[in-house]
């Protein structure tokens, strides 16, 4: 009876080393991701807080109770360089949308003029470290959407002027000049052509001579290699992810992901749910016919069911982490660790990975990073050294 009972009390000491080894195990894997955190340049390539925050009169220089961004959530997550997508949809069109994207653009600046300590816009990689190294958040402005320059060249010159750094050639819905990958995909019955046309051409030559970042996500198949076979600059992809591990048309296949590294450019993934999970939709489908089909007999959209989810049922809807992880590794696999990177899509999306709730949560990317077994240096090129040298490779 003795030796049953010390042999006992020998596995329960056994256990509770084994379970304090394990806790400050994590401890200091989670001491270790902060510090390489901290310590690392980050920029997160699209945030959508100009047009859900900031255009609906919000001070995005106080923490705000609604959204994924603000100033102060920007510090706690570490990011350094924060590019904000100038969008509107297809609704704004000749006469509207440029008009639109400069009172976007007037937004930001207000938010600069009133917080000069805080955060300041660059046009460079000079004024970016500069800023940086002044401990404030660097501005990029991103414009999402190629009907905000309605045709016209000199629309695109005044946006750069104004800061632009990147064009996104479409949203979901086509321009004269290029086609999305919504349209080529789900209405291309509908479509005269594909691709680019001559002014198309023109606005990738003239792009590359501006040295403005040409951001391809959102663009149709067609679309992307024809801007390949053309740029003489690195492209961007600003907020995309893997189309083997999830088949949306706004995610790259294989081929579109080696013709990035092949050009040198960068692909940044995309914390949206509907993006990475395969099961996304369905599981939304599921949940609405259990929770609301019986009140509600109109025929809706995925994404108007999503929105009629109690908020219960939408956490249900997130997925883990790992799997945003599992996109990055395929990246990384495929293009090489030095053609990768994030962009967010913060306040644009309406639901992200489990552990990624708003612009704070930014460490906990690196921290699982690291449980991946990638190396500090490797971690700290996805964070953002990767768009440092291509936004380098614009200036040349």
């Known amino acids: 009876m003795k030796r049953l009972r010390l042999q006992n009390d020998l596995m329960m000491k056994k256990n509770l080393l084994f379970v304090a080894a394990l806790f400050?195990?994590?401890?200091?894997?989670?001491?270790?991701?902060?510090?390489?955190?901290?310590?690392?340049?980050?920029?997160?390539?699209?945030?959508?807080?100009?047009?859900?925050?900031?255009?609906?009169g919000k001070d995005i220089g106080k923490r705000i109770n609604t959204g994924h961004t603000d100033l102060p959530r920007i510090r706690e997550g570490g990011i350094d360089v924060q590019v904000f997508a100038v969008w509107c949809n297809e609704k704004y069109g000749k006469g509207t949308a440029f008009a639109y994207a400069n009172k976007q653009i007037d937004g930001l600046m207000n938010v600069i003029q009133n917080y000069p300590s805080e955060i300041a816009l660059v046009t460079d990689t000079e004024s970016l470290q500069r800023t940086v190294s002044q401990g404030k958040i660097a501005a990029v402005i991103g414009v999402e959407g190629g009907h905000m320059i309605e045709g016209r060249m000199d629309y695109l010159d005044s946006l750069f002027s104004r800061g632009a750094r990147y064009l996104t050639l479409t949203w979901n819905n086509s321009v004269d000049w290029a086609t999305s990958a919504t349209d080529e995909t789900r209405h291309s019955k509908k479509l005269k052509s594909k691709g680019l046309n001559d002014f198309g051409r023109q606005v990738i030559h003239r792009m590359n001579e501006l040295g403005m970042m040409i951001d391809l996500s959102h663009v149709g198949r067609q679309t992307f290699f024809d801007v390949m076979e053309i740029t003489n600059k690195p492209v961007l992809v600003s907020h995309s992810n893997a189309y083997a591990l999830m088949a949306h048309p706004r995610n790259l296949q294989d081929d579109q992901i080696k013709a990035v590294a092949e050009n040198?450019?960068?692909?940044?993934?995309?914390?949206?749910?509907?993006?990475?999970?395969?099961?996304?939709?369905?599981?939304?489908?599921?949940?609405?016919?259990?929770?609301?089909?019986?009140?509600?007999?109109?025929?809706?959209?995925?994404?108007?069911?999503?929105?009629?989810?109690?908020?219960?049922?939408?956490?249900?809807?997130?997925?883990?982490?790992?799997l945003l992880l599992d996109h990055i590794d395929y990246m990384v696999q495929l293009?090489?660790?030095?053609?990768?990177?994030?962009?967010?899509?913060?306040?644009?999306?309406?639901?992200?990975?489990?552990?990624?709730?708003?612009?704070?949560?930014?460490?906990?990317?690196?921290?699982?990073?690291?449980?991946?077994?990638?190396?500090?240096?490797?971690?700290?090129?996805?964070l953002g050294e990767n768009v440092l040298r291509l936004m380098k490779a614009q200036e040349e």
């Open 24 to 56: 400050w195990g994590f401890q200091l894997f989670g001491q270790e991701a902060q510090r390489i955190h901290t310590d690392a340049l980050v920029i997160d390539t699209h945030n959508d807080v100009l047009y859900q925050s900031v255009m609906r």
């Open 264 to 322: 040198d450019g960068v692909i940044c993934l995309n914390f949206y749910s509907g993006f990475l999970d395969p099961m996304h939709y369905t599981k939304i489908n599921r949940l609405y016919a259990k929770q609301v089909t019986a009140q509600d007999t109109v025929r809706r959209s995925t994404d108007s069911k999503f929105d009629r989810l109690s908020a219960a049922a939408k956490e249900q809807l997130r997925p883990p982490l790992s």
């Open 335 to 382: 293009a090489g660790i030095d053609h990768v990177g994030i962009g967010s899509d913060f306040d644009g999306i309406s639901s992200t990975p489990k552990g990624l709730d708003d612009c704070g949560d930014f460490p906990h990317l690196t921290e699982g990073l690291l449980q991946r077994g990638y190396s500090e240096a490797d971690i700290r090129k996805i």
